[in-house]
C-alpha cells in the first residue's frame, strides 16, 4: 500500500518568513496530494491540493509543488501569520474501490509563528 | 458547521460498555470514511463506504463494527473496547474522486 513520509514534524518561523513542508510517497499510482489544516481541537480542513497532472498550483499565499519522478511534493507558505500557527497534513491517493478516494496522510508537522 | 456532523463530540466509556458513533453528512456525497487519530501518530483509515457498500476494512480489529445504512449516515459501533483505543475518530465523506470534507470528530476516552 501507500506509504506518505512528512518532514519536519515541527517547525518555527518568524512572523512574515517562509514555512515549508515537505512528503515524499510511495505510490507511483497515486495521482491526487491533498493538504490540510487542523487547530488545535478542530478538524482537519483542505487548503490545497494538486493533481498529478501539474507540478505547481498557487492559492494567495499557499503554493504546493509536485515531482511526480522523485514522488515527493512539497507545501509553501509565504509571509507565515500567527493564524497561519497549526498542525499541517500532506496525504496521498489514487481513486481505488469504485470512485471513493483512500487517503494515506503523513505524520503532520506543528507548524508555529512566533510573532 | 461544514455539512459532516459527527455526535457525540466527546465520549467516555469502560471497556465493558458498548457505544455508537455516529456521522451525517447532507453534502450529496457518495463515499464515507472512518479514520482515528492518535497523538504522534498519521490519520489512520479504518473503513471506507461507497455508495454505502464497505469496499474497505483496513485490518480494524472487530470490537470496532461499522455500519453505513445509506449514502448519508454512517456509524461506528464499539464494544470491549481497550484503553489504546482512545483517540479521536473523524469521519469525512467525499464526492465521486474528489477531496475530503471532515467532521469535528468524536473525542474517546476508554477507561
Known amino acids: 500500500g501507500e506509504n506518505v513520509e512528512q518532514h519536519p514534524s515541527t517547525l518555527s518561523v518568524q512572523e512574515g518568513d517562509s514555512a515549508v513542508i515537505k512528503c515524499t510517497y510511495s505510490d507511483s499510482a497515486s495521482n491526487y496530494f491533498p493538504w490540510y489544516k487542523q487547530e488545535l481541537g478542530k478538524r482537519p480542513q483542505l487548503i490545497i491540493d494538486i493533481r498529478s497532472n501539474v507540478g505547481e498550483k498557487k492559492d494567495q499565499r499557499i503554493a504546493v509543488t509536485l515531482n511526480k519522478t522523485a514522488k515527493h511534493f512539497s507545501l509553501h507558505i509565504t509571509e507565515t501569520q500567527p493564524e497561519d500557527s497549526a498542525v499541517y497534513f500532506c496525504a496521498a491517493s489514487r481513486i481505488s474501490s469504485g470512485s471513493a478516494r483512500q487517503l494515506t496522510f503523513g505524520s503532520g508537522t506543528q507548524l508555529t509563528v512566533l510573532p | 458547521e461544514t455539512g459532516v456532523t459527527q455526535t457525540p463530540r466527546h465520549l467516555v466509556m469502560g471497556m465493558t460498555n458498548k457505544k455508537s458513533l455516529k456521522c451525517e453528512q447532507h453534502l450529496g456525497h457518495n463515499a464515507m470514511y472512518w479514520y482515528k487519530q492518535s497523538a504522534k501518530k498519521p490519520l489512520e483509515l479504518m473503513f471506507v463506504y461507497n455508495f454505502k457498500e464497505q469496499t474497505e476494512n483496513n485490518s480494524v480489529p472487530s470490537r470496532f463494527s461499522p455500519e453505513c445504512p445509506n449514502s448519508s449516515h454512517l456509524f461506528l459501533h464499539l464494544h470491549t473496547l481497550q484503553p489504546e483505543d482512545s483517540a479521536l475518530y473523524l469521519c469525512?465523506?467525499?464526492?465521486?474522486?474528489?477531496?475530503?470534507?471532515f467532521g469535528s470528530g468524536t473525542r474517546l476516552t476508554v477507561v
Open positions: 469525512a465523506s467525499s464526492p465521486s474522486g474528489g477531496g475530503y470534507t
